[in-house]
């Protein structure tokens, strides 16, 4: 076969998270014991109340196509999100329902995208961003960021790196796989660059912002910034707030232009999002909230323990993340004994943990830590890094 793949699909990697967390489950299969803190998933078991409406939708028969963006029920529960949680006041017709939030990701670039337009993405950045944006014949613009900044950009950096060619800015926080968040003065800051830059729509992925340890409110432009509302799609959905990544629901809200063309690519692609998911995440977003309370102070100790455990081991080093469940750890003192970080993720997965190299993030010299995990295990994970590095 002379041409076995498309040029579309050359252009793009498999997902390393997916690839780690598959070798982990080969080995543990195996036999062997291995703490598996690549995979970015809250352990915590789904609210019963949500399980339960599941069932009901099950009993009541809702087993038929839905509208192709989401029920009506299920679109006013994403707009009750969009206010409530975000800020964001938007009509149900500027909402859409896909099939987790990494496909409206993928239908917003797809539906937008031509070759040559850019994307600036910041870095290090979630696997999927660049390889939807290549897949879609767009040209990644890395916005590096380090941890000495705290992974924050500067509105100069930004200024730099937009050309007329721009199409999209890449805003994500909390971030995966930082934990960063944007604060509002450097939003505001992002505003004024981008009124000078009118042809620049912004993805906005805030599906980590129930998951904030810092008592700040979460920020984000969209409702910051109204006069920008209409060039901002906001992602969000309910698989790490609440605990719903196989359910596959997530949302976007933006400009109708642009809903209306995801929703005409998402009609001859999956279809509606899955009936059953959309009754559990109407109950996941109108019922109680108050186990996230719970829930965010486990992370935030699961998140000091591993930070403090970390930072006592020679050469390793993370800040303290703000959000979402990952650590950035920089190995760089031991870059000389392993070369890059692709060998010291195996070194540690030959030591019995798993975690995911930061140069698959478009970082560099060091990996991510998910501690989405109980704290024994995590404790031990830390222990065996300590072991395997010393
Ligand atoms: C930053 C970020 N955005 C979006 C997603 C997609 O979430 P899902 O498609 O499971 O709703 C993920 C999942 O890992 C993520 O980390």
Redesign the pocket.
Same mark, same amino acid.
């Given at each position: 076969m002379s041409k076995p793949i498309s040029a579309a699909l050359s252009r793009i990697s498999p997902s390393q998270?997916a690839a780690m967390t598959d070798r982990a489950l080969a080995l543990k299969e195996r036999g062997r014991d291995i703490i598996s803190l690549s995979v970015?998933e809250p352990d915590f078991q789904t609210p019963a109340h949500v399980i339960e409406a599941a069932k009901r939708a099950l009993d009541a028969g809702q087993t038929k196509y839905t509208a192709i963006g989401g029920t009506a029920r299920m679109k006013a529960a994403a707009a009750l999100h969009y206010a409530r949680d975000l800020g964001i006041e938007v009509p149900v017709s500027q909402i859409t329902v896909s !099939?987790?939030?990494?496909?409206a %990701?993928f239908h917003a670039f797809l539906a937008t995208l031509d070759p040559g337009d850019e994307v600036v993405i910041p870095s290090p950045w979630?696997v /999927?961003y660049p390889e939807i944006v290549r897949f879609a014949g767009g040209t990644v613009v890395p916005l590096e960021t380090g941890a000495a900044a705290g992974f924050r950009f500067t509105a100069e950096a930004l200024e730099a790196a937009i050309t007329p060619k721009t199409r999209w800015l890449l805003l994500?926080s909390p971030?995966?796989p930082t934990g960063a968040t944007y604060p509002a003065a450097l939003l505001r800051q992002v505003a004024d660059v981008l009124r000078c830059h009118p042809q620049v729509l912004v993805l906005s992925?805030d @599906?980590?912002a129930p998951l904030i340890y810092t008592g700040e409110p979460h920020v984000t432009l969209a409702a910051l910034e109204p006069d920008l509302a209409d060039r901002i799609l906001t @992602?969000s959905?309910? /698989?790490?707030s609440h605990a719903l990544?196989g359910l596959? %629901?997530?949302f976007a809200a933006g400009p109708a232009w642009l809903i209306a063309a995801m929703e005409k690519l998402q009609s001859h692609n999956s279809g509606n999002p899955a009936s059953i998911s959309q009754a559990a995440a109407v109950a996941a977003l109108e019922g109680p909230q108050d186990f996230l309370a719970d829930w965010r102070t486990r992370f935030r100790a699961r998140r000091d323990l591993v930070v403090a455990g970390i930072n006592a081991i020679p050469g390793l080093s993370t800040p303290v993340p703000e959000g !979402?469940f990952y650590c950035m750890v920089d190995a760089t003192p031991h870059m000389a004994r392993f070369g890059d970080d692709g060998t010291l993720a195996m070194h540690l997965l030959d030591h019995g943990v798993a975690i995911v190299q930061a140069s698959a993030f478009g970082g560099r010299d060091g990996f991510r830590i998910s501690f989405a995990m109980d704290e024994a295990s995590l404790a031990e994970a830390v222990r065996r890094i300590g072991a395997a590095l010393a």
């Open positions: 998270t970015g !099939a987790g939030g990494k496909q %990701i979630w /999927s994500n971030g995966n992925d @599906i980590y @992602i959905g309910v /698989s790490k990544t596959r %629901i997530g !979402a």
